[in-house]
């Protein structure tokens, strides 16, 4: 079956092409290249200043971590989501060079039925604990409250979001200014960093969707918990995979549970780009969390054609070939959907470009300069050229 129509059918799109068609003609802000949306200093009305906002969820992968809660009993599991919804704005925030002093307010939305107190406590506790962690590397959130509703009758099981605020000086903004001759530093979204209490497999909160319909199944977990699918979907296109979220993987000598590993928590480059920003202020072309649209996601920010060329990618971690392999899907897709090993990129000169690679190796996180940018003499693109061939996107 064509992923596209499987994506269609399970109700998602990799690339959200009909978010992207309604908001086309919104403004975008002072900088229409930068990665988040930069507004005038509404709250201070500084010309020197300037405000970001942004919000974000853990999307779909709170339903995986509701049937692994079940399956498993671990409550622990929900603290991932807590940093998957965190990370998926303060992350963002940082590709523009906001990395401090960021305000935080969480909107939670669970059927209580299904969702009692306890996993709330961990939700709001996972909170203070992320932001406490972030304090001791230098990076100061701060929790502004936020909304618990119950509301089953909108949400089958769990909804985790945030939203994030803050006032930063222009001076300190990165502007995606990606031109030719620059050279791109990939940083590893798997591994154990410094400042993380566990390995990490790297799959982010994207494409959450197809990993867990095409990985997980054997004919059990679509009746044991249709919750965690809307009763829309076509059957034929939910869990489909053969796997169960309690089987042990084992990477590098240890063993770890598919479902865990599934569930890792979003990765943080706060504490790396905070070092880096601070060392390195006005060297950087550009940053990009390859996050929704994975290394596609590049092509949103350039304001000139040129040709993204990626030949030098990270190694792909062990869960994105287990998906692959289950999913029979083609490497074309994979890449679109999945950050494959490689969710954060810096585009810069060679020479600052080493010092970046020293830097996060300090925190135990592999990076490498994985390609450069060059002249098109055309549209701009994105060449992945790997061992199997080279994928174009345009």
Known sequence: MEDQN?????GVAAGKEDVHRAIKNL?????PTAFCKILPDYIGGSDDYCNIMHAD?????????YLYYKETGDINIWKGIVQDAIVMNTDDMACVGCIDNI?????????????????????????VAFVEN???????LHLAGGETADVGDIVRTLDVGFTAFARMPRSRLVINRIRPGQVIVGFASYGQATYEQSYNSGIGSNGLTMARHEL??????????????APQTDPEVVYTGQRSVEEIVEIDGSPYSLGSLVLSPTRTYLPLLAKILELYPGQLGGIIHNTGGAHTKVLKYLDEPVSIIKDNLLPVPPIFKLIGDEANTDLREMYRVFNMGTRL????NSEVAQELITISREFNIEAAVIGRVEESSTDAQVKLRLEEGEIIYN
């Open 6 to 10: 499987k994506y269609a059918r399970r």
């Open 27 to 31: 403004d975008q802000g002072l900088y």
């Open 57 to 65: 969820t853990a999307g779909t992968k709170t339903a995986l971590a």
């Open 103 to 127: 305000i935080l307010s969480s909107t939670v939305g669970r059927n209580k039925h299904l969702i009692d107190g306890d996993v709330l406590s961990v939700i709001i506790n996972e909170a």
């Open 134 to 140: 972030m304090r001791t590397h230098g990076v100061h």
């Open 216 to 229: 997980f199944g054997g004919g059990k977990y679509s009746k044991t918990y249709p919750e965690t699918y």
């Open 345 to 348: 990129e810096i585009y810069t």
